[in-house]
């Protein structure tokens, strides 16, 4: 394990080198400056150079890079232009409901999609597999933001049971924070959830007919043992990718759903600096979800070892 380890620690170092390579390409040829930005229309052209030179935006596009990779090395991420503070900071404020929201959105999808992608190879070809393929389709085809907003109609605007937005104050207890999550996280969930669904159905199937779940049977264990620990832990490698691809995809795809709930997190940090062409917090907030993203890759294939020893890389 321990070489199977570092190999992929070699392959996530050499992802994120291209990462950051990318990430600064395509924030610097991205148009427009955010000296004139900051200054506004009225600035004149002296006004915008002198602020362009302290900000660091003078020179050319390789010293740029070569600062802006150093800084990475000490732990610098840079300065954010707009909010005056260093990015690490500005990221490290707005990522409690990032993360709660990934947290809770992964396990309510898991929660959902496990049983009944189980429950659906098992009677396959029956009304409960035909209606959770059907509910699992749709699910897939909404987008998360209209869903939101029927959320939002039904449950906080109609019913009063829940917040409309917003995260609660700053010095609201943690319960009444998480409180404020309800919403987005069930939409988040529900709508992931459909690809673990299948992704289980599919695994389960293959798995069902095999023979030693027919031997296994002829044992005379029961029906929930033969299912659970011998078919659905055969199954299980197809399913931790999909639940890991499903965490790292809502890591970045939760920029949607904090910017239709309000949520101070960093998704909407990362939407904000776009539109002020903040390079600073684009790039690190970028690098940041890179960074999960292949951590999170690195953690589903070290699960490989442990859930099938017959696993190598």
Do not use: C
């Not at 904090?258 to 684009?282: K, M, W």
């Not at 790039?283 to 993203?293: D, N, R, W």
């Amino acid at each position: 394990m321990l070489g199977a380890a570092l190999n992929r620690l070699i392959g996530m170092l050499t992802v994120m080198a291209i990462v950051v390579t990318i990430v600064f390409i395509i924030v610097r040829v991205t148009p427009g400056d955010p000296a004139a930005v900051m200054l506004g229309p009225d600035a004149t052209a002296a006004d915008v150079e002198a602020l362009r030179q302290r900000l660091g935006l003078d020179g050319t596009i390789l010293e740029q890079f070569i600062s802006y990779v150093g800084g990475i090395f000490r732990g610098d991420l840079g300065q954010s232009i707009f909010l005056g503070q260093p990015v690490t900071t500005a990221l490290w404020m707005r990522a409690e409901p990032t993360f709660f929201l990934t947290i809770f959105s992964l396990a309510i999808a898991t929660v959902i999609a496990l049983p009944i992608g189980v429950a659906s190879a098992y009677w396959r070809g029956s009304w409960f597999d035909q209606v959770m393929t059907s509910l699992a389709m749709f699910a897939a085809s909404v987008p998360s933001f209209w869903l939101g907003l029927i959320f939002i109609q039904t449950f906080a605007v109609s019913l009063g049971w829940f917040p409309t937005s917003g995260y609660g104050g700053p010095y609201s207890p943690l319960g009444e924070r998480l409180y404020h999550l309800v919403l987005p996280a069930t939409t988040l969930g529900i709508v992931s959830s459909a690809l673990i669904m299948r992704f289980t159905r599919a695994s389960m199937l293959d798995v069902l007919n095999d023979d030693y779940v027919r031997t296994a049977r002829s044992k005379g264990m029961s029906e929930w043992r033969v299912v659970v620990r011998h078919a659905l832990k055969n199954a299980l490698i197809p399913i931790l990718t999909v639940v890991g691809l499903t965490a790292a995809l809502l890591i970045s795809g939760a920029i949607v759903t904090e910017t239709v709930f309000a949520l101070p997190g960093v998704g909407n940090l990362i939407v904000s600096a776009v539109l002020r062409r903040d390079y600073p917090v684009i790039q690190g907030a970028l690098l940041i979800v890179a960074g999960l993203y292949v951590l999170v890759n690195f953690v589903i294939d070290m699960l490989y070892l442990l859930v099938d020893p017959r696993v190598r890389y």
